[in-house]
């Protein structure tokens, strides 16, 4: 079981900057891996950004060279940077753990934080 809760977004020019944060709290022992997706109005939610346990990432086309997804082991908590940001990149940004099992697969969900990129 593991809870996720989201924090960071908000409204800012074209061109600006956010940094998203999720901390996840529970069986965090169990997470495969941890990513941010987003759902934009009359859009599919689609991947933004992953990381597996042992670090590696993996990007969206639309998003390389723009965002950066990292960790704090510490902390308990992914973050999100988010760089050059147009008005396409507004949505709103979930944050998604993975957990497998033997014959299953579970995706833990946030509530979701509001990014909207308008001037």
């Known amino acids: 079981q593991v809870q996720l809760v989201e924090s960071g977004g908000g409204l800012v020019q074209p061109g600006g900057s956010l940094r998203l944060s999720c901390v996840a709290s529970?069986?965090?022992?169990?997470?495969?891996?941890m990513g941010w997706y987003r759902q934009a109005p009359g859009k599919q939610r689609e991947l933004v950004a992953r990381?597996?346990?042992?670090?590696?990432?993996d990007y969206a086309d639309s998003v390389k060279g723009r965002i950066t997804i990292s960790r704090d082991n510490a902390k308990n908590t992914v973050y999100l940077q988010m760089n050059s940001l147009n008005p396409e990149d507004t949505a709103v940004y979930y944050c998604?753990?993975?957990?497998?099992?033997?014959?299953?697969?579970?995706?833990?969900w946030g509530k979701g934080t509001l990014v909207t990129v308008s001037s």
């Open positions: 529970g069986s965090i022992f169990s997470i495969n891996a």
């Open positions: 998604n753990a993975r957990i497998d099992g033997n014959n299953y697969g579970i995706d833990y």
């Open positions: 990381i597996n346990s042992g670090g590696s990432t």
